[in-house]
């Protein structure tokens, strides 16, 4: 396996790629101009099967290694940015008004591209390898999109593997955990329902907003009485909606929040006492709740000999103190586990350093890290396909 050093060569050419990317800032599923800036990239590696407009915008590209009797490894990296109007006044700030890479994909599509040209050039691995650059991973489900569009049986894909920077993490450093590593998310709307009228007579209505005071502080109540301690779900409202006058008490009110969960069992009961907290609420007061309940991302979960090998890839890239391989589950959604769901395997964290947080108009990639994706994503597949 190889450190970092073997890999320096890249680290300009694949900067400029990634801040070209970062100019041209695209969301959802219409990345027609960053899909087709991989896409040539992928071509001019030499590489021959490349399969483009899987799930409207993203791409699939074999790479057969020096022995093709080998499995198919799938390496995943996202294309979507955001509608943040960024702020970071860098040379190669986005071109793009009110669209940013604010998470990094322009820099996890740029490792990969850099990835693919040295595994392009050596092949020294046995089987094939499957990039797949997918689009709208920011709320998109675009990971479901891939899968549903038939590309884990298509390439007869037996793991799959994803990488995503996170700043706070140094430069040259790895994080990941066996088993949950990111959390389910699911959406609800809440309807609570009760009886309008005149402000000045409360006493005639059956008033929703009361109701949905009491439904908010109840479903605190989730969390801290319901669930065991050492267990993590997290249950927040984040829009209330009511009403239009000062002096009308409305029909209804909309609750709706997030819920954030690491098991199936939690995510159940979750959707399932919301409900239930609700209505008995709600009945007290001589009103009715109507629940909307939308299961998003499942969990990310790494299957154990998956992540044994990634862990092995990256203390090799780096520092092997630089890997934790503890690192505690985050309570953030991550699509890529549909494709988890669909085959094994693991999902790496990559240090950016002390820069703004995801999400952030301050955001930018760190390029320092580009030579440590490009080495954890070789050895990778060196290390589950070996010759």
């Given at each position: 396996?190889?450190?970092?050093?073997?890999?320096?060569?890249?680290?300009?050419?694949?900067?400029?790629?990634?801040?070209?990317?970062?100019?041209?800032?695209?969301?959802?599923?219409?990345?027609?101009?960053?899909?087709?800036?991989?896409?040539?990239?992928?071509?001019?590696?030499?590489?021959?099967?490349?399969?483009?407009?899987?799930?409207?915008?993203?791409?699939?590209?074999?790479?057969?290694?020096?022995?093709?009797?080998?499995?198919?490894?799938?390496?995943r990296a996202?294309?979507?940015?955001?509608?943040?109007?960024?702020?970071?006044?860098?040379?190669?700030?986005?071109?793009?008004?009110?669209?940013?890479?604010?998470?990094?994909?322009?820099?996890?599509?740029?490792?990969?591209?850099?990835?693919?040209?040295?595994?392009?050039?050596?092949?020294?691995?046995?089987?094939?390898?499957?990039?797949?650059?997918?689009?709208?991973?920011?709320?998109?489900?675009?990971?479901?999109?891939?899968?549903?569009?038939?590309?884990?049986?298509r390439y007869?894909?037996?793991?799959?593997?994803?990488?995503?920077?996170?700043?706070?993490?140094?430069?040259?450093?790895?994080?990941?955990?066996?088993?949950?590593?990111?959390?389910?998310?699911?959406?609800?709307?809440?309807?609570?329902?009760?009886?309008?009228?005149?402000?000045?007579?409360?006493?005639?209505?059956?008033?929703?907003?009361?109701?949905?005071?009491?439904?908010?502080?109840?479903?605190?109540?989730?969390?801290?009485?319901?669930?065991?301690?050492?267990?993590?779900?997290?249950?927040?409202?984040?829009?209330?909606?009511?009403?239009?006058?000062?002096?009308?008490?409305?029909?209804?009110?909309?609750?709706?929040?997030?819920?954030?969960?690491?098991?199936?069992?939690?995510?159940?009961?979750?959707?399932?006492?919301?409900?239930?907290?609700?209505?008995?609420?709600?009945?007290?007061?001589?009103?009715?709740?109507?629940?909307?309940?939308?299961?998003?991302?499942?969990?990310?979960?790494?299957?154990?000999?998956?992540?044994?090998?990634?862990?092995?890839?990256?203390?090799?890239?780096?520092?092997?103190?630089?890997?934790?391989?503890?690192?505690?589950?985050?309570?953030?959604?991550?699509?890529?586990?549909?494709?988890?769901?669909?085959?094994?395997?693991?999902?790496?964290?990559?240090?950016?350093?002390?820069?703004?947080?995801?999400?952030?108009?301050?955001?930018?990639?760190?390029?320092?890290?580009?030579?440590?994706?490009?080495?954890?994503?070789?050895?990778?597949?060196?290390?589950?396909?070996?010759n």
């Amino acid at each position: 396996m190889h450190s970092i050093e073997a890999f320096n060569y890249l680290k300009d050419e694949v900067t400029q790629w990634r801040r070209r990317l970062h100019r041209i800032p695209e969301l959802g599923y219409d990345l027609y101009e960053t899909a087709a800036f991989v896409a040539e990239k992928l071509r001019s590696f030499g590489i021959d099967h490349i399969e483009e407009g899987v799930a409207k915008t993203g791409i699939v590209a074999l790479i057969e290694g020096s022995d093709t009797t080998g499995a198919t490894i799938c390496l995943r990296a996202d294309m979507d940015a955001l509608p943040i109007v960024e702020q970071t006044k860098k040379p190669w700030a986005s071109t793009k008004y009110g669209k940013m890479h604010g998470c990094g994909h322009d820099g996890h599509m740029a490792m990969l591209l850099g990835a693919a040209k040295h595994l392009a050039t050596t092949r020294n691995f046995k089987g094939r390898v499957a990039l797949i650059f997918q689009p709208a991973e920011e709320g998109g489900l675009g990971g479901l999109r891939m899968v549903q569009d038939g590309v884990m049986d298509r390439y007869n894909i037996s793991s799959v593997f994803g990488l995503h920077n996170e700043p706070g993490m140094s430069v040259g450093s790895y994080g990941t955990c066996y088993g949950p590593f990111m959390a389910a998310l699911d959406e609800f709307d809440l309807i609570v329902k009760g009886k309008g009228g005149h402000a000045a007579e409360p006493h005639r209505c059956i008033d929703p907003i009361v109701i949905a005071a009491h439904i908010l502080l109840g479903l605190q109540s989730l969390v801290s009485r319901g669930t065991d301690p050492l267990e993590s779900m997290v249950v927040s409202v984040t829009k209330l909606g009511a009403g239009e006058a000062y002096n009308i008490i409305p029909e209804h009110v909309t609750v709706s929040g997030t819920v954030r969960t690491l098991s199936s069992e939690l995510r159940d009961f979750a959707q399932r006492q919301i409900d239930s907290t609700a209505q008995g609420i709600a009945a007290a007061f001589g009103g009715t709740t109507e629940l909307r309940y939308r299961r998003q991302d499942p969990v990310t979960f790494n299957t154990t000999a998956q992540a044994e090998v990634a862990i092995k890839a990256a203390r090799a890239a780096g520092e092997p103190t630089a890997v934790n391989d503890k690192l505690p589950p985050v309570m953030g959604s991550e699509d890529f586990a549909y494709m988890l769901e669909a085959r094994p395997g693991c999902y790496m964290f990559l240090g950016n350093g002390s820069t703004a947080a995801l999400h952030n108009p301050a955001y930018d990639f760190n390029d320092d890290a580009v030579p440590y994706g490009i080495a954890y994503w070789v050895n990778l597949v060196e290390t589950v396909l070996s010759n």
